[in-house]
């Protein structure tokens, strides 16, 4: 079914699509307005408006009724993130009214809630623009190809003027254009892996696991560095019974920048951080080594509980 007339086609199931992608890109930053308004329902009820559209729910005044009651909850809210992850659940509901029109201006409908989340989640976190990035990231990997398509019938989000005009831009580009190809890594180590895992010299260390990090879903990478101090911080920070451990390894195959490190916090990659979808044989265990002071290891651990509550995972695998 189409919506009507227009510079292009535009079905009412490709709605559904993009709405439910702006409402899940919003729904993790409304813990950020809830915590200053726990008794304000309209952002809720503006997702929930979206979520039943995009459902298959018949498209309706609802969405833009709670809609402007999100809205209007963003402009009554007296801190910044929550103004903001007010404004991302409105948008969610609004994207039900995207239209047919090759304007820039109807991107807001499509990639306005992810931006405004990640504006909410930076400000939280001290205004640190390494969230944002997270957030942006994580929208980008939500994006079906329905949602995809439906992009590639507008122009391009213009340069930025706001932040959020910036983060909206960014997430434009990550879901338009190809990726860089990766940087070849000649780092001729020694390389060490942290764990609290009890292997012995000879055993291979492979993907597919559980992550030892985060929601704990199954990694599609094994992590390594170059660095001697990296690797007993992430054995201290890693899940598991006995103690932390640190080995050093032969990467038994090509191995690349580790994004987390890298792309997001530290360009050039001067930590010398890296992962691999190949196994790691263990070489040695390495013993003696200084543990992490206990103070940054739990200040570390609160820090991915506070991420996790926005939806940020601890290791974007």
């Excluded at 039943?52 to 209007?72: E, I, M, V, W, Y």
């Excluded at 239209?99 to 991107?107: D, E, G, K, R, S």
């Excluded at 920048?257 to 890298?262: A, G, M, S």
């Excluded at 040695?284 to 940020?312: C, F, K, N, S, Y």
Aim: charged share 25%; glycine share 8%.
């Amino acid at each position: 079914m189409q919506t009507g007339a227009g510079d292009f086609a535009l079905t009412i199931d490709e709605l559904r699509a993009v709405t439910g992608y702006a409402v899940a890109c919003a729904e993790p930053a409304l813990v950020l307005f809830d915590r200053e308004r726990p008794d304000d329902p309209r952002p809720a009820a503006a997702l929930q408006a979206g979520r039943d559209f995009a459902s298959g729910a018949p498209r309706s005044r609802l969405q833009r009724a709670t809609a402007a009651d999100a809205h209007r909850a963003a402009k009554e809210a007296t801190t910044e993130p929550a103004r903001h992850a007010a404004t991302a659940a409105g948008d969610a509901a609004a994207a039900a009214y995207l239209h047919p029109l090759a304007n820039a201006t109807q991107l807001g409908h499509i990639l306005g809630s992810a931006a405004h989340a990640a504006r909410a989640a930076e400000l939280a976190r001290g205004d640190d623009r390494v969230v944002a990035e997270y957030v942006v990231t994580a929208a980008a990997k939500r994006a079906t190809p329905v949602v995809l398509d439906v992009l590639g019938r507008y122009p391009r989000a213009p340069e930025g003027r706001t932040r959020v005009a910036v983060l909206m831009q960014r997430l434009d580009s990550l879901l338009r254009d190809p990726p860089p190809p990766p940087r070849v890594v000649d780092d001729p180590g020694p390389f060490f892996h942290g764990t609290r895992a009890d292997v012995r010299p000879g055993d291979l260390l492979t993907p597919g696991w559980r992550s030892n990090y985060g929601s704990r879903r199954q990694a599609r990478h094994i992590y390594l560095t170059a660095t001697r101090e990296g690797a007993p911080l992430a054995a201290e920070l890693a899940h598991g019974d006995g103690p932390g451990r640190v080995y050093r390894v032969e990467p038994l195959g090509p191995i690349e920048d580790d994004p987390n490190v890298t792309d997001k916090r530290f360009p050039g990659n001067p930590t010398r951080s890296y992962r691999t979808t190949e196994p790691l044989r263990v070489v040695e265990e390495i013993t003696g080594w200084q543990r992490p002071d206990p103070e940054m290891i739990r200040h570390m651990r609160e820090r991915m509980v506070e991420l996790a509550e926005l939806g940020i995972e601890a290791m974007d695998d």
